[in-house]
């Protein structure tokens, strides 16, 4: 079946800092690959998706490239900031199976604070 | 509207009692989603909708668990006879496209916070 593993958390980060949340998936089909995040009182938003091998996702200065080879979809940012804290969920969406239709397979989420 | 809403946006009930939790996605999106979130844990699938019918219905934990959408609008996921594991955040999402379309993206909603005590 489809699984996503992130890097465990919580992660704690200087602001302007470099970051990298891990994320590794498995899945049956070719999936399409998607980076949410939740803000403290807010509900999920979309951060960033990339649906095919090599492409990149982009937004907010963050930044995650899917990689076939490696079942990789890191999340990165060069320089973070206070607002940045949240927590980042990875996640797949599985097209190849015939009963997916779509759901998505979250990993279980990696808390992100950063300090001033 | 703007967004997905549903509600309300926190329920406490007793155990044993039926709840009924409301979701009202963006406006045109044909596809329905329905999750749940435990505390300290990933998003789990329970239900998919496309328009009022619900050709994925996997994810739904028991029979205590079941779902409807009307007018290939508003969703209402009821939890009978509810038990304690079932306290968690239930999330609705909503895509404009059928499931299966490559830049399908899911918008959520706030999410309703369940405590069952």
């Known amino acids: 079946g489809n699984s996503v593993t992130q890097m465990e958390g919580p992660v704690t980060l200087s602001e302007e800092a470099f970051l990298t949340i891990n994320c590794t998936y498995t899945?049956?089909?070719?999936?399409?690959l998607f980076w949410y995040v939740q803000y403290p009182g807010e509900g999920l938003q979309l951060l960033l998706k990339?649906?095919?091998?090599?492409d990149k996702g982009s937004n907010k200065g963050f930044e995650a490239t899917y990689r076939k080879e490696t079942t990789s979809f890191h999340l990165e940012k060069g320089s973070v900031q206070v607002s940045d804290s949240a927590v980042y969920f990875c996640?797949?969406?599985?097209?190849?199976?015939?009963?997916?239709?779509?759901?998505?397979?979250f990993g279980q989420g990696t808390i992100l604070t950063v300090h001033p | 509207g703007a967004g997905v809403s549903q509600s309300p946006s926190n329920k406490v009930t007793e155990k044993g009692k039926d709840v009924e939790l409301r979701c009202d996605p963006i406006?045109?999106?044909?596809?329905l989603y329905w999750y749940r979130q435990r505390l300290g844990q990933g998003l789990e699938f329970l239900i998919y909708?496309?328009?009022?019918?619900?050709?994925?219905k996997s994810g739904l934990p028991s029979d205590r668990f079941s779902a409807e959408r009307t007018g290939e609008s508003v969703s209402t996921l009821t939890i009978q006879r509810t038990q304690q594991e079932d306290s968690a955040v239930y999330l609705c999402?909503?895509?404009?496209?059928?499931?299966?379309?490559?830049?399908?993206?899911?918008?959520f909603g706030p999410g309703t916070r369940l405590l069952v005590l």
């Open positions: 996640a797949l969406s599985d097209l190849a199976g015939g009963t997916s239709y779509g759901k998505l397979t």
């Open positions: 999402a909503s895509s404009l496209r059928p499931a299966g379309t490559p830049q399908e993206t899911q918008y």
């Open positions: 909708f496309q328009g009022n019918s619900a050709p994925d």
């Open positions: 406006s045109g999106h044909t596809a």
């Open positions: 899945a049956t089909g070719y999936p399409s």
């Open positions: 990339a649906t095919k091998a090599d």
